[in-house]
Antibody, heavy 124, light 108 residues
Framework: EVQLLESGGGLVQPGGSLRLSCAAS????????MSWVRQAPGKGLEWVSG????????YYADSVRGRFTVSRDNSKGTLYLQMNSLRAEDTAVYYC?????????????????WGQGTTVTVSS | EIVLTQSPGTLSLSPGERATLSCRAS???????LAWYQQKPGQAPRLLIY???SRATGIPDRFSGSGSGTDFTLTISRLEPEDFAVYYC?????????FGQGTKLEIK
């Protein structure tokens, strides 16, 4: 069964850091690009970051560029999101999602598998 | 960045009725790389439609997608009780992916 399991969420003070992880199983992890998508309380979905299957190419929303870093360890089947300089507006449920292509925005059929999410709360 | 605007914000219908949801892009979506997702409270989004009109695996045929360029539509032909949820469109044609703000489909 194809599965994604996020972890690493929690309560952090403004200006602090947090690293999220997403453990993948049931598919060849390195063959697919991955994305992080977040959802603030009561709000819609916001794409945060994407990374190609090889890890060579990374992409960020303007709202997080320069503060967040996406990476992956294909030998461990795990996706990461390092979040620095956190702000109150970063409070959200963070989902990892599997792309249907190895390359972001190319030959893709959308984000077909999602984890259940991990909650990040930025507050003093 | 491609901005996606969904309408209406809320749609109130009864089971058995037809639902039509709209998604308009601020510029043409490359290769019709437009998807639709369904999200129920407390759950992750579920992929319904990709490539503007292709149903994802296991999605009932009452769900259909259409459109091209900047205007896209999700149609649910006959609403079932489990279809009442929030629906999002998503463009993945450029490397800065974006989502629409969502349409809430509620029971009338």
């Amino acid at each position: 069964e194809v599965q994604l399991l996020e972890s690493g969420g929690g309560l952090v003070q403004p200006g602090g850091s947090l690293r999220l992880s997403c453990a993948a199983s049931g598919f060849t992890f390195s063959s697919f690009a991955m994305s992080w998508v977040r959802q603030a309380p009561g709000k819609g979905l916001e794409w945060v970051s994407g990374i190609s299957g090889s890890g060579a190419n990374t992409y960020y929303a303007d709202s997080v560029r320069g503060r967040f870093t996406v990476s992956r360890d294909n030998s461990k089947g795990t996706l990461y999101l390092q979040m620095n300089s956190l702000r109150a507006e970063d409070t959200a449920v963070y989902y990892c999602a599997k792309d249907t292509s190895a390359v972001v925005a190319s030959w893709s059929d959308g984000l077909d598998v999602w984890g259940q999410g991990t909650t990040v709360t930025v507050s003093s | 960045e491609i901005v996606l605007t969904q309408s209406p914000g809320t749609l109130s219908l009864s089971p058995g009725e037809r639902a039509t949801l709209s998604c308009r892009a601020s510029q043409s979506v490359s290769s019709n790389y437009l998807a639709w997702y369904q999200q129920k409270p407390g759950q992750a989004p579920r992929l319904l439609i990709y490539g503007a009109s292709s149903r994802a695996t296991g999605i009932p045929d009452r769900f259909s997608g259409s459109g091209s360029g900047t205007d896209f539509t999700l149609t649910i032909s006959r609403l079932e009780p489990e279809d009442f949820a929030v629906y999002y469109c998503h463009q993945y044609g450029i490397s800065l992916y974006t989502f629409g703000q969502g349409t809430k489909l509620e029971i009338k």
